[in-house]
């Protein structure tokens, strides 16, 4: 096998392949519990949510196709068994467990913003420990894809609507109330 020469040392690689195939796990435990989610809705919110995570499983197995081939790219190989992602990844499963449709969109929200931190540490590993900012630069991009999944989560949770000019009603009550 010919030596990859892309000014990594072979700890430099090693090092951000590690980081990128907990991030690899992450995503394949997050995009099975999205799925999961997504076939065991039920209730008033079903077509929404049932719609909003298909996009995001989607876009999930797009990430993880992309995290494989980076791992690749590094000369690495990604791992691809059930027990590695449950051994490398940090989602927690609820096994024989079918939460209300606001408690799954509650987890996943938890889900995705474990994932925000992780990534947004291995961000920092890669540049600064491992010198490898192409690396940094994709799990960047990653995280900002996490941040808005978890805002569009958090936006059906909090379902509470917002008065024309922007303001909480309950703040406008509040505010004549004391007038």
């Given at each position: 096998?010919?030596k990859?020469?892309?000014?990594?040392?072979?700890?430099?690689?090693?090092?951000?392949?590690e980081?990128?195939n907990?991030d690899?796990?992450?995503a394949?435990?997050?995009?099975?519990k999205?799925k999961k989610?997504?076939?065991?809705v039920?209730?008033?919110q079903?077509?929404?949510?049932h719609?909003?995570?298909e996009?995001?499983?989607?876009?999930?197995?797009e990430n993880?196709?992309?995290?494989?081939?980076?791992v690749?790219t590094?000369g690495g190989?990604?791992?691809?068994?059930a027990?590695?992602f449950?051994?490398?990844?940090?989602?927690?499963?609820h096994?024989g467990?079918?939460?209300?449709?606001?408690?799954?969109?509650?987890r996943l929200v938890?889900d995705?913003?474990?994932?925000?931190?992780?990534l947004?540490?291995?961000?920092?590993?890669?540049?600064?420990e491992?010198?490898?900012?192409?690396?940094?630069?994709?799990l960047?991009?990653l995280?900002?894809?996490?941040e808005?999944m978890?805002w569009?989560l958090?936006?059906?949770?909090?379902?509470?609507?917002?008065?024309?000019?922007g303001?909480?009603?309950?703040?406008?009550t509040?505010?004549?109330s004391?007038?």
């Amino acid at each position: 096998m010919r030596k990859l020469n892309i000014g990594l040392s072979d700890e430099q690689r090693a090092g951000v392949i590690e980081l990128l195939n907990h991030d690899l796990a992450d995503a394949y435990l997050l995009l099975i519990k999205t799925k999961k989610y997504h076939w065991d809705v039920v209730g008033p919110q079903f077509r929404s949510l049932h719609q909003l995570w298909e996009e995001h499983y989607q876009a999930l197995t797009e990430n993880i196709d992309a995290m494989a081939e980076r791992v690749r790219t590094l000369g690495g190989y990604p791992i691809g068994t059930a027990e590695g992602f449950l051994k490398y990844g940090s989602i927690k499963e609820h096994m024989g467990d079918l939460p209300l449709a606001t408690e799954m969109v509650s987890r996943l929200v938890d889900d995705h913003e474990l994932v925000i931190r992780n990534l947004r540490q291995h961000v920092e590993q890669c540049g600064e420990e491992f010198n490898d900012d192409g690396t940094a630069d994709f799990l960047t991009g990653l995280m900002e894809q996490h941040e808005q999944m978890a805002w569009m989560l958090r936006s059906f949770i909090e379902g509470e609507s917002l008065a024309p000019d922007g303001q909480h009603p309950k703040a406008e009550t509040a505010t004549a109330s004391h007038a």
